[in-house]
């Protein structure tokens, strides 16, 4: 396996849990940066995807929660 590949594959898994899991992404990138294993600036495309899925997580929650209103109402 060529070294480009094996990074492709990490990077995708990365996204993944991102998608999955937000907020231990954030947790793992913030344990990163203090124990300095990975520079921060590698970090940061991987927090914003974090954060971009945090938003639409939060966004999801919220149309559910409208529309169960919705439903309970009518």
Same mark, same amino acid.
């Given at each position: 396996?060529?070294?480009?590949?094996?990074?492709?594959?990490?990077?995708?898994?990365? /996204?993944? %849990?991102? !998608?999955?899991?937000?907020?231990?992404?954030?947790?793992?990138? @913030?344990?990163?940066?203090?124990?300095?294993?990975?520079?921060?600036?590698?970090? /940061?495309? %991987?927090? !914003?995807?974090?954060?971009?899925?945090?938003?639409?997580?939060? @966004?999801?929650?919220?149309?559910?929660?409208?529309?169960?209103?919705?439903?309970?109402?009518?």
């Amino acid at each position: 396996m060529t070294v480009d590949l094996y990074r492709r594959r990490i990077a995708a898994t990365v /996204v993944d %849990l991102a !998608r999955s899991d937000p907020v231990l992404v954030k947790e793992v990138i @913030a344990r990163l940066r203090m124990t300095g294993e990975i520079e921060s600036d590698d970090l /940061v495309y %991987l927090d !914003r995807i974090a954060d971009r899925w945090i938003a639409i997580s939060k @966004a999801n929650a919220q149309r559910s929660a409208s529309a169960l209103a919705r439903q309970t109402r009518g």
